[in-house]
């Protein structure tokens, strides 16, 4: 055996040969240890019986659409070609960070193994998660994943400060969205975001202290929205219906304008826009203003 060969299969460390061992115990079959080509980090490929493995709870709602589309694609071929992450999460027990959609495609076809990567760092669920790229995200998706995934960090690492989790969230205005999509799953996050994204930023606080001030957040952007939705009633109750018409309120009622090197504060800025929508005057706005703002 050549020795680089060696190195990449070779004997792996303590902690990989007792998850080997473990995933035995539990019905599957490993069938190679490596070392992955980049950071030289051990992993299994190995079968598990599916029904031991579980999307992670943070992650996203499975999509129907999406779910058929790559069983259609699997059946077709005729084969399963695309193995999942997987990390153990206890006895008998296995979490996929980003094969959830795999996953249940195998289920409907009534598959009792599935392939995968098994990565021994549990730890690195959370990152995958935050690349998973098996299916794209829309911000509703992606803000209640976030959102999940910061109550599943608070749990395990609750003293780890909120700013250092910029890999796993991206955007700090996902875990306040992922709130008001929880609460109100036809939430307009579309509508805020251009604020939002400006004004929230990641908080210099332990991620249990930051739930604290998230919540408050989360309850002023609440607020705005319930004048939202006042504001755009008035407009529909004058026939004033269009599809872009709470960005067309939130547009005309930013506190932000051009503001460029100095922005106000979280809480400024959504009081600022929360007066700005209590004394929004729909009386002389037209269809025709909608309209051509939509096409701006």
């Given amino acids: 055996m050549s020795q680089e060969r060696w190195k990449i299969i070779g ?3 303590r902690k990989v040969a007792d998850l080997a061992q473990e995933v035995e115990e539990d019905g599957g079959t490993v069938l190679c240890s490596y070392r992955e080509p980049i950071g030289d980090a051990w992993h299994l490929f190995a079968l598990l019986p599916l029904d031991q493995v579980k999307p992670t ?5 499975l999509s129907r659409a999406h779910v058929e589309k790559l069983k ?4 077709k071929l005729d084969r399963f070609v695309d193995p999942l992450v997987a990390v153990r999460a206890g006895r008998g027990e296995y979490w996929t960070p980003n094969g959830n959609h795999r996953r249940a495609v195998l289920a409907k076809l009534k598959a009792k193994f599935v392939p995968v990567i098994l990565i021994p760092d549990s730890e690195v669920a959370f990152k995958i998660l935050a690349l998973n ?5 829309n911000l509703k998706e992606k803000s209640l994943e976030v959102i999940r995934m910061y109550r599943g960090l608070m749990e395990e690492q609750g003293s780890r400060q909120e700013i250092n989790t910029t890999f796993e969230f991206e955007e700090a205005y996902y875990i306040t969205l992922g709130l008001l999509y929880e609460k109100r799953p036809r939430f307009a996050g579309g509508a ?3 604020v939002l994204r400006r004004v929230d930023g990641f908080l210099k606080q332990t991620l249990r202290k930051g739930y604290d001030v998230r919540l408050e957040r989360a309850a002023l952007v609440e607020e705005a929205d319930d004048l939202l939705a006042e504001r755009v009633a008035e407009l529909k109750k004058r026939r004033v219906r269009h599809p872009y018409v709470k960005n067309f309120v939130m547009a005309r009622c930013n506190p932000l304008g051009r503001a460029r090197k100095t922005l106000p504060s979280f809480d400024t800025a959504l009081n600022r826009l929360i007066r700005a929508l209590e004394d929004f005057d729909t009386s002389e706005i037209s269809y025709m203003d909608v309209s051509r703002a939509s096409l701006a």
């Fill in 133 to 137: 790229t098996e299916k794209a995200h």
């Fill in 11 to 13: 004997d792996p460390p």
């Fill in 192 to 194: 805020f975001s251009p």
């Fill in 57 to 61: 709870p943070y992650q996203r709602d």
């Fill in 72 to 75: 259609k694609a699997i059946s």
